[in-house]
Nanobody
Framework: QEQLVESGGGLVQPGGSLRLSCAAS?????MGWYRQAPGKQRELVAV???????NYAGSVKGRFTISRDNAQNTVYLQMNSLRPEDTGVYYC?????????WGQGTQVTVSA
């Protein structure tokens, strides 16, 4: 069983920035971030493949940047120009072959 270790959530004012990180113990083809707001379904935020290809939700394009360090099996999410609607629990995901793992989630709250 893989354990994904997330860090970096917190409370930030609108317009602020946060950086999330998620470390795995081995390499995965795809790593990414999803989020779930209260009363809503979990949704994709951004995903990055091992070769560097990325995909973003339309609502975060131009504000969030996903990156990964393949040597450290770590994925990062740099979040800039945060908005109140970005509030939610952010979950790291690691996927490859028959494996699909989730982190425990980290709370991001954007509020004045």
């Amino acid at each position: 069983q893989e354990q994904l270790v997330e860090s970096g959530g917190g409370l930030v004012q609108p317009g602020g920035s946060l950086r999330l990180s998620c470390a795995a113990s081995k390499s995965f083809f795809s790593m990414g971030w999803y989020r779930q707001a209260p009363g809503k379904q979990r949704e994709l935020v951004a995903v990055i493949l091992i070769g560097g290809d990325t995909n973003y939700a339309g609502s975060v394009k131009g504000r969030f940047t996903i990156s990964r360090d393949n040597a450290q099996n770590t994925v990062y999410l740099q979040m800039n120009s945060l908005r109140p609607e970005d509030t939610g629990v952010y979950y790291c995901n690691a996927n490859g072959g028959p494996w699909n793992y989730w982190g425990q989630g980290t709370q991001v709250t954007v509020s004045a």
